[in-house]
């Protein structure tokens, strides 16, 4: 029962660097989030996919690209890593029923130094 | 649009003791509400949701919320807290555009002392 699994854990970069941010599930969920989470800010969303092969902007899509790759699989990536994009990033995903919960991944710590 | 706005960013109580953790929301729909809890370096939990059924959700680990329209608020309580409870905890809503958009709010922090 792994549900979402989100790689790695922690990770730094120098500014101007690229990384993806991997993120895959097991629960057969359609829909597909990322967040990033800043102190006092709560968590905003970066961009989701509702369903294999579509993806839309979420809050603050600036600096970053998405790809679903299949059902199972969203990855998160920064093209120039900028001081600004240090964060804990979250994977989430949603079976479609209206009013369900959101299942978590346990975060990716990144500092861009 | 829809907002949430938790009114407190950290809250202090004593083990056994109760709980309140304030919440208010606004929505041009009619809205589902969800508590989530984050543990130190983990993802978020759902404690509990309100999704019209009933004004009071009982959720995990002896958490309560009660669903007030005429005040658009949210609060969640426990009776009496232990140092487990020591968390994050957020409040989300959620309307059904076509798309379920969820907007979470800033968080609060719940300490507990012994």
């Known amino acids: 029962n792994a549900g979402v699994t989100q790689t790695p854990k922690f990770q730094v970069l120098k500014t101007g660097q690229s990384m993806t941010l991997q993120c895959a599930q097991d629960?057969?969920?359609?829909?597909m989030y990322w967040y990033r989470q800043d102190p006092g800010m709560g968590l905003r969303l970066i961009y989701y996919?509702?369903?294999?092969?579509?993806?839309d902007k979420g809050e603050v899509p600036n600096g970053y690209n998405v790809s679903r790759l299949n059902k199972r699989e969203f990855s998160l990536r920064l093209e120039s890593a900028a001081p600004s994009q240090t964060s804990v990033y979250f994977c989430?995903?949603?079976?479609?029923?209206?009013?369900?919960?959101?299942?978590f991944g346990n975060g990716t710590r990144l500092t861009v130094t | 649009a829809q907002s949430v706005t938790q009114l407190d960013s950290h809250v202090s109580v004593s083990e056994g003791t109760p709980v309140l953790l304030r919440c208010n929301y606004s929505?041009?729909?009619?809205?589902?509400l969800f508590w989530y809890v984050q543990h130190p370096n983990k993802g978020l939990q759902l404690l509990l949701k309100?999704?019209?059924?009933?004004?009071l959700v009982k959720g995990i680990n002896g958490f309560e919320a009660e669903f007030k329209k005429s005040e658009t608020s949210f609060h969640l309580t426990k009776p009496s807290a232990h140092m487990s409870d020591a968390a994050e905890y957020f409040c989300?809503?959620?309307?059904?555009?076509?798309?379920?958009?969820?907007?979470f709010g800033t968080g609060t922090r719940l300490l507990v002392s012994p």
């Open positions: 989430a995903t949603l079976d479609g029923v209206f009013n369900s919960p959101l299942h």
């Open positions: 629960m057969n969920h359609n829909s």
């Open positions: 996919s509702a369903s294999e092969g579509t993806t």
């Open positions: 929505s041009s729909y009619s809205p589902s």
């Open positions: 309100y999704t019209s059924a009933a004004t």
């Open positions: 989300v809503v959620s309307e059904d555009t076509g798309f379920q958009k969820l907007v």
